[in-house]
C-alpha cells in the first residue's frame, strides 16, 4: 500500500486553473489520484475551499460546475476519501492555539496528524519551518508540490 496523502485545496486547484506555479507536479499528482495509484484523502471543506478559491480569481462559472462534478465523482467512486470535520476539529482547535493557524489551515493538518502520511500543499502558512518540524514530530511529512514529486512521485 502506498504512503497516504492528504491534499490541500491549494494543490487541488492547480488541478483546474491553468497557468498557475507547479502546474506540471500538480496534474502528475492529480494522474496519480485518478489512476489510484497513491491513497489520497481530504479534509472534508477541501471542495467548498476550492471552489471559493477558483471564485476569487475569476473563474468562469461554467467550468467551476465542471470542477464540482469531478470532486463529487472523485469522492463518489472513492478516488480521494474525505475525513469528516467532526473528526480533527478539536485537534484543530489545539493548532490553532498551539500554532497560531488559521481555522482552515488547522483543519487541513489535522486531518494530515489524523490520516498520517505526507500532507501536500502549497500554502505558506502550512511550510512555515515550525509547522514543519510539529508534524514532522507526530509522523507527518508536511511538502509542497516539488517536495512530493522529489521524494515520492
Given at each position: 500500500?502506498?504512503?497516504?496523502?492528504?491534499?490541500?485545496?491549494?494543490?487541488?486547484?492547480?488541478w483546474?486553473?491553468?497557468?498557475?506555479?507547479?502546474?506540471?507536479?500538480?496534474?502528475?499528482?492529480?494522474?496519480?489520484?485518478?489512476?489510484?495509484e497513491v491513497?489520497?484523502?481530504?479534509?472534508?471543506?477541501?471542495?467548498?475551499?476550492?471552489?471559493?478559491?477558483?471564485?476569487?480569481?475569476?473563474?468562469?462559472?461554467?467550468?467551476?460546475?465542471?470542477?464540482?462534478?469531478?470532486?463529487?465523482?472523485?469522492?463518489?467512486?472513492?478516488?480521494?476519501?474525505?475525513?469528516?470535520?467532526?473528526?480533527?476539529?478539536?485537534?484543530?482547535?489545539?493548532?490553532?492555539?498551539?500554532?497560531?493557524?488559521?481555522?482552515?489551515?488547522?483543519?487541513?493538518?489535522?486531518?494530515?496528524?489524523?490520516?498520517?502520511?505526507?500532507?501536500?500543499?502549497?500554502?505558506?502558512?502550512?511550510?512555515?519551518?515550525?509547522?514543519?518540524?510539529?508534524?514532522?514530530?507526530?509522523?507527518?511529512?508536511?511538502?509542497?508540490?516539488?517536495?512530493?514529486?522529489?521524494?515520492?512521485?
Open positions: 500500500m502506498s504512503t497516504p496523502v492528504v491534499l490541500d485545496s491549494s494543490v487541488v486547484v492547480k483546474f486553473k491553468a497557468g498557475e506555479e507547479r502546474e506540471g507536479e500538480a496534474l502528475l499528482l492529480k494522474s496519480k489520484v485518478l489512476n489510484m491513497s489520497a484523502f481530504i479534509p472534508e471543506i477541501l471542495p467548498l475551499e476550492v471552489i471559493r478559491a477558483l471564485q476569487k480569481a475569476s473563474y468562469p462559472k461554467e467550468k467551476m460546475e465542471k470542477a464540482i462534478v469531478v470532486m463529487r465523482m472523485l469522492e463518489h467512486h472513492h478516488v480521494w476519501k474525505a475525513i469528516p470535520l467532526s473528526g480533527v476539529r478539536w485537534r484543530g482547535i489545539e493548532l490553532v492555539m498551539e500554532l497560531g493557524l488559521y481555522a482552515s489551515d488547522a483543519i487541513v493538518l489535522s486531518t494530515g496528524l489524523e490520516v498520517g502520511g505526507v500532507l501536500i500543499t502549497e500554502d505558506h502558512h502550512l511550510l512555515k519551518e515550525r509547522v514543519v518540524r510539529y508534524a514532522g514530530e507526530r509522523g507527518l511529512d508536511v511538502v509542497d508540490l516539488k517536495g512530493w514529486k522529489e521524494r515520492y512521485g
